[in-house]
């Protein structure tokens, strides 16, 4: 139910100059989150972003992250997966306990080592590695199928 629509790729910019990209409510376990990966590399994030902007900061970043809004909260966001992935973006997400069929296109990190995974995959450049690999495998697997409409024939 999320393919792969060329469409909305975005030509990377000439320069990642964004290392984390993050958009979505705010909550205290969010902010904690981002507060420590500020600490180590550059963080864009909103609760509230203008779609051009959360364009821009997409396409600029390196990683997309993925947070859930709290400890107790079950739920993955696979429309945030769907949209980076389509971007080509690496999305890296904490884990919960309820599954996405996008699991596999994307990092899971527990909670407790999602800020060094992040900050180990940027600083050492392995995200771009990463990125490639699940993108390229996410267009394999999953294409767009035409239309209903589409492939018939007028009579």
């Known amino acids: 139910p999320?393919?792969?629509l060329?469409?909305?790729r975005m030509e990377p910019p000439l320069e990642r100059d964004v290392d984390v990209f993050f958009s979505g409510t705010m909550t205290s376990h969010r902010r904690a989150i981002i507060?420590?990966?500020e600490k180590h590399l550059s963080v864009y994030w909103s609760d509230w972003f203008p779609n051009a902007l959360r364009q821009r900061f997409a396409a600029r970043a390196k990683v997309a992250l993925d947070l859930r809004?709290?400890?107790s909260w079950p739920y993955p966001?696979?429309?945030r997966y769907w949209y980076h992935l389509n971007r080509g973006g690496l999305v890296l997400a904490e884990n919960c306990p309820v599954e996405s069929s996008l699991n596999?296109?994307?990092g899971r990190v527990s909670t407790e080592d999602i800020v060094a995974v992040v900050v180990d995959l940027v600083q050492s450049g392995q995200w771009e590695k990463w990125a490639a690999a699940m993108h390229e495998r996410y267009v394999a697997e999953c294409p767009a199928r035409p239309a209903a409409g589409a492939?018939?024939?007028r009579q």
Do not use: I, K
């Open 69 to 71: 809004q709290g400890l």
């Open 104 to 106: 596999r296109y994307l």
């Open 2 to 4: 999320y393919p792969y």
């Open 6 to 8: 060329p469409q909305l």
């Open 77 to 79: 966001s696979p429309m």
């Open 151 to 153: 492939s018939r024939s």
């Open 35 to 37: 507060h420590e990966l």
